[in-house]
């Protein structure tokens, strides 16, 4: 029976007027985003605009226009590239925006019915692998050689980008020998948030434009006409596809599936991603959307959803497409990680070493799986740059670990009496003058010790896990302790006694001892834990530790002169005058004595060499995850041992440890012949067995 509700949407015709909006709204938001790389809404609002297209001329096949965004895949070439036309057409996939486990259940149930199986019939193999948050790129090998690297562009008519793409470590400009004579290999190129996270610090450094995502990151150092400055933007690749290649009959390969397939592109030299997995039935493909879901977060590269593709070629083919969408395959979307608010005030917060922040103030938003109030805008020029001002409507994004960020600012949404954001001259916490250095991008509060704020985060700094440790000693409580004039400075935390703790407003008996027993223990420490809390400028772990080998004593560290800094390893000019500066001052050497009368004590050693350790003289980078170690617990083991942990690899790394999901540091590796190990080879070096 058919009900009158149904008879009722059917009766009222989409306005005409609202079609052309949308398309019009598209087109601009598709230009700002391909095209400019200067995105200005969510990419959510804009999947929610296009889906509303989808459905009316779904509905409405006579509304249908040629130009309509529906009709074509990407933006249009730009001009200052050739243009390539594909031999086979570059496909996109049907999204489905359902973040529920019915997401997947409806692909399966849709692909069962096209293929005509009934319920008794058994589950679809399917291949499912995570939905890369970069841009499609089609690698074209002629005889093994890479001959031609486009973009998708409209999908059939892309950008040779063939310059930029051999820059990538990770793409093989050779393959090995017996691969097909002609082989594009498609796959998503990409960039490491690390990479992304590093290449917009040195933007900010440098006072040019940040990027918004790691995907606009990629797309802008693809598109980048100079290959020199494209190659300073560190990109990766993932393979998960072919375009055209020898057919079967003139000797090319012949594949029963997707997953055998892959293979054949790893075994060729392409990463593909080590997440990628067979799914059977609806129930693993709704398994491996939550797996992959929990991991999201902990993943070197950003992701949008996972995809599922059916396993045999033989049935993609039998399913073939639906205008430029195969009917094989799914991408199921996570929950978005950039969402709108509203800035409800710029708070400028004060650090430990009195560098001013200013810092957005949200309307709560949930975004990437958090609620998000807060969003650091990082300095006074970022923070003009974005132009973000209290009232504004504004995008936010948070992908994994990373901390917030307003990425865009609505204009047209700005109340007309907004006010643009200065930073205050005056360190809004102690009234001191702020201010900013010649060639700084910071201003600081010259209070020094005199400023509550950086009192709190230096104590902060101290009892933090890597330096001397003060187990339960948090935010919460230093604020306490600091705006009560409870303490003052470093050496009153072990003045405190279990009265004065257990006064505290919400300070139960129980965790007022446990402070005591948590001072108590943190009074036996090392020398570089020590160093470290004391929170001297520029003088991070690493720092403290070489330092600390290099002079084996404290005091011989506070009377080293500026000469005597300048030898130690990896000290340069300004990490010596640093150390100098600080134990120059008497407060400061004050700080130090009083926490020794305090009972504060490390063992002293000699000062280097002390005596040889497994890895003395090696240098070491991790890469990737290890299969039982974290990164942190890695570094400890190895730094213990006497080795070091650089950060990129180069001629002079010793190892690369590898785990999985390594990205372009083991490329680099391979390129430079360094050794390579797993876990397990690390725990053997370590054991002193190698
Ligand atoms: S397959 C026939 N697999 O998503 C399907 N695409 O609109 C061709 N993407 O253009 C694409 N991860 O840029 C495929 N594992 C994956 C992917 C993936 C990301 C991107 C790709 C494509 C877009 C789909």
Same mark, same amino acid.
């Not at 392409?270 to 997995?277: Q, T």
């Not at 973000?388 to 992908?399: E, L």
């Not at 372009?664 to 590796?669: I, P, V």
């Given at each position: 029976m058919v009900t009158k509700d149904l008879f009722a949407s059917e009766a009222s015709p989409p306005d005409p007027a609202h079609v052309e909006q949308l398309r019009r709204a598209l087109h601009e938001h598709a230009h700002r985003y391909y095209v400019l790389d200067e995105p200005t809404v969510p990419d959510a609002e804009y999947d929610r605009l296009f889906q509303e297209l989808q459905a009316i001329e779904a509905q409405h096949p006579e509304l249908v226009t040629p130009d309509s965004p529906t009709q074509r895949v990407g933006g249009r070439a730009l001009d200052e590239f050739a243009s390539v036309r594909h031999a086979v057409p570059m496909l996109s996939i049907r999204t489905e925006t359902d973040t529920e486990a019915s997401g997947a259940q409806n692909f399966d149930a849709r692909v069962r019915r096209e293929l005509g199986l009934d319920e008794s019939a058994p589950a679809v193999e399917y291949v499912a692998e995570p939905k890369f948050d970069g841009l499609a790129m089609s690698l074209r090998y002629e005889r093994g050689v890479l001959v031609q690297a486009a973009t998708r562009g409209d999908g059939e008519v892309g950008e040779d980008v063939t310059q930029n793409i051999r820059t990538i470590g990770? =793409? !093989?400009?050779?393959? !090995?020998?017996?691969? !097909?004579?002609i082989l594009e290999v498609r796959g998503e190129v990409y960039m490491r948030r690390d990479d992304f996270? /590093?290449?917009?610090?040195?933007? +900010?450094?440098?006072?040019? %434009? /940040?990027?918004?995502n790691t995907r606009n990151a990629a797309a802008g150092a693809v598109r980048q006409l100079d290959p020199a400055i494209a190659a300073q933007r560190p990109l990766s690749f993932f393979a998960y596809g072919l375009g055209e290649v020898t057919p079967a009959q003139a000797g090319g390969p012949e594949f029963g599936t997707h997953y055998e397939m892959l293979q054949a592109v790893k075994l060729w030299g392409?990463? @593909?991603?080590?997440?990628?997995?067979i799914a059977r039935g609806a129930t693993k493909l709704?398994? &491996? &959307?939550? #797996?992959i879901g929990r991991q999201r977060d902990g993943l070197p590269f950003d992701i949008d959803g996972v995809v599922y593709k059916v396993n045999s070629l033989a049935l993609q083919r039998r399913m073939g497409f639906v205008t430029r969408e195969p009917r094989w395959a799914v991408a199921h979307k996570f929950p978005a990680q950039e969402q709108f608010t509203t800035v409800v005030g710029i708070e400028v917060q004060v650090g430990r070493t009195g560098k001013l922040t200013p810092v957005a103030k949200l309307a709560p938003v949930f975004v990437g799986g958090v609620t998000v109030t807060n969003a650091t805008l990082h300095n006074e020029d970022e923070a003009r740059r974005k132009d @973000?001002?209290?009232?504004? #409507? @504004? =995008?936010? +994004?948070?992908?994994g670990d990373v901390i917030p960020e307003v990425v865009a600012v609505l204009p047209e949404k700005r109340l007309p009496d907004a006010k643009e954001f200065t930073m205050p001259r005056q360190c809004p916490v102690c009234g001191s003058a702020a201010v900013r250095e010649e060639g700084e991008v910071d201003y600081r509060c010259t209070g020094g010790l005199f400023c509550s704020a950086q009192r709190k985060q230096a104590i902060l700094h101290y009892a933090q896990r890597r330096a001397v440790e003060v187990e339960g000693l948090g935010e919460k409580l230093v604020d306490q302790l600091v705006d009560g004039n409870v303490i003052r400075t470093l050496p009153d935390l072990y003045r405190l006694g279990l009265t004065s703790l257990a006064s505290l407003d919400r300070m139960a008996d129980k965790s007022a001892q446990n402070i005591i027993e948590a001072l108590e223990k943190s009074k036996h420490t090392t020398l570089p834990r020590f160093l470290f809390g004391l929170g001297i400028r520029h003088v991070g772990e690493a720092t403290a530790k070489e330092l600390a080998r290099h002079f084996g004593s404290l005091d011989a560290v506070m009377d080293a002169t500026l000469e005597q800094l300048l030898q130690v390893s990896d000290i340069g000019p300004i990490v010596a005058l640093s150390v100098r500066t600080f134990f120059d001052q008497a407060h400061n050497r004050e700080v130090v004595e009083q926490l020794r009368a305090c009972g504060v #004590?490390?063992?002293?050693?000699? !000062?280097?060499? @002390? #005596?040889?350790?497994?890895?003395?003289? %090696?240098t070491f980078v991790l890469t990737g995850t290890l299969p039982t170690l974290s990164r942190d617990e890695a570094k400890d083991l190895i730094e213990a041992a006497g080795g070091k942990v650089a950060g990129s690899v180069s001629k002079k790394t010793s190892y690369v440890v590898a785990g999985t999901e390594a990205g372009? %540091?083991?490329? %680099?590796?391979q390129e430079l012949g360094v050794a390579v190990l797993d876990e397990a080879g690390l725990q053997a070096l370590l054991a002193g067995s190698e």
């Open positions: 990770q =793409i !093989p400009l050779r393959l !090995p020998a017996g691969v !097909p004579d996270e /590093t290449l917009n610090e040195r933007q +900010r450094e440098r006072g040019q %434009k /940040t990027f918004v392409f990463p @593909v991603s080590a997440l990628v997995d709704i398994a &491996y &959307y939550e #797996t @973000v001002r209290v009232g504004d #409507t @504004v =995008i936010v +994004r948070r992908a #004590t490390w063992q002293e050693g000699a !000062p280097a060499p @002390v #005596t040889p350790k497994p890895l003395t003289g %090696k372009s %540091k083991l490329d %680099k590796a």
